[in-house]
């Protein structure tokens, strides 16, 4: 199938810079929600932050003190990419320990959340059932369960992932994301896990960031709050930087999913606004 019937049968084209528009329209059915649940992305970087005290684990605690309690959360990790999009669908997901060389104190952290079972077919209806399978599989990985571990410690809330389908381009994601925006007004935290800035091969132990990495982490921040989400889509006409600070796109596109669902006037606060071990963007927002 060519790319523009396949973006035409889908629905996930983006006719010139469409991206208002589409906002306008997902928020169409909700905004007459006397609330709506805010979005967050979360820069989640080690996974150490899950048992190290650090200014990014008290930050994660802090923001959701505040929020209303959600029903659900929904996950996008970068943490889960899949051919063909997928979402969690066991009433038990399994705390995943996907990563090696770091300290038995890590491995041996269990989120027991629960699943929702119902709530995945929820995920998978607004997406499409020719878009979504549902997973007995996967369970929480830990772009998922290091945060979440320090929001909400006592794992009482169910949680559901929806992996990144690699077979999409960023545009796709972006459109993809904005379907879920009626979940917001239906008591779900949509929580999306990544790093804006994220190159593992350039990685330098420290507690600081390279220049260029500092510099495009405030371009983009400058692109978020001028609501340029065509620009954050095409990242890579960003200027040279762009494919040093994301060399793949796994940990950027949770980011795209956050964004989709902003509100035409909903405001959006940064946090943990800082770039660490040189080449890692701990920038968070949320949104609402």
């Given at each position: 199938?060519k790319?523009?019937?396949f ?5 996930l084209?983006l ?13 169409a059915?909700v905004?007459?929600s006397?609330?709506?649940?805010p979005?967050?992305?979360?820069g989640?970087?080690s996974p150490?932050n899950?048992?190290e ?6 930050a994660w605690a802090a923001?959701?003190q505040p ?8 996950s996008?990790?970068a943490?889960w990419?899949t051919e063909?999009?997928?979402v969690?669908?066991?009433a038990?997901?399994?705390t995943?320990h996907?990563f090696y060389?770091?300290?038995?104190e890590?491995?041996a ?6 699943g ?10 607004l997406?499409g059932?020719d878009?979504?399978?549902?997973d007995?599989?996967?369970?929480l990985d830990?772009?998922t369960?290091s945060?979440?571990v320090?929001m ?6 169910p949680v559901?992932q929806?992996?990144?389908?690699r077979?999409?381009t ?7 994301a904005?379907?879920l925006?009626?979940?917001?007004a239906?008591?779900?935290?949509v929580?999306c896990?990544?790093?804006?800035v994220?190159n593992l091969?350039?990685?330098?132990w420290g507690d600081?960031?390279?220049d ?9 921040k400058?692109?978020?709050?001028a609501r340029?989400?065509?620009?954050l889509?095409?990242y890579?006409?960003?200027?040279p930087d ?8 796994e940990h950027?596109l949770?980011l795209?999913?956050?964004?989709a669902?902003r509100?035409p006037?909903?405001p959006?606060?940064?946090f943990?606004?800082?770039v660490?071990?040189?080449?890692i963007s701990?920038?968070s927002?949320?949104?609402g």
């Open positions: 199938m790319r523009r019937a973006l035409q049968q889908t629905g084209g006719a010139g810079l469409t991206m208002g528009n589409m906002m306008n329209q997902s928020f059915a905004q007459s006397k609330l709506l649940m979005v967050l992305f979360v989640h970087g150490m899950a048992v005290d650090s200014a990014f684990s008290r923001v959701a929020l209303p309690r959600p029903k659900m959360i929904l996008v990790s943490h990419e063909g999009a997928q969690t669908a066991m038990k997901p399994r995943i996907d060389g770091f300290p038995d890590l491995f952290v269990q989120y027991p959340a629960p929702a079972p119902e709530f995945a077919r929820r995920v998978r209806e997406l059932k878009v979504v399978a549902l007995q599989e996967w369970g830990h772009g369960w945060v979440l320090r909400y410690p006592k794992a009482d809330i559901v929806l992996s990144l389908d077979r999409r960023p545009a796709e994601h972006y459109a993809l904005s379907r925006a009626a979940l917001r239906e008591g779900v935290l929580f896990s990544g790093n804006i994220h091969r350039l990685l330098e600081r960031g390279f260029w990495a500092e510099a495009f982490d405030l371009k983009l400058a692109l978020i709050e340029d989400h065509a620009a889509v095409d890579p006409k960003l200027g762009a494919l040093r600070a994301i060399p793949t796109d950027y949770p795209l999913y956050a964004l669902l509100g006037a909903e959006l606060k940064f943990t606004e800082k660490t071990l040189g080449s701990m920038r927002c949320l949104v």
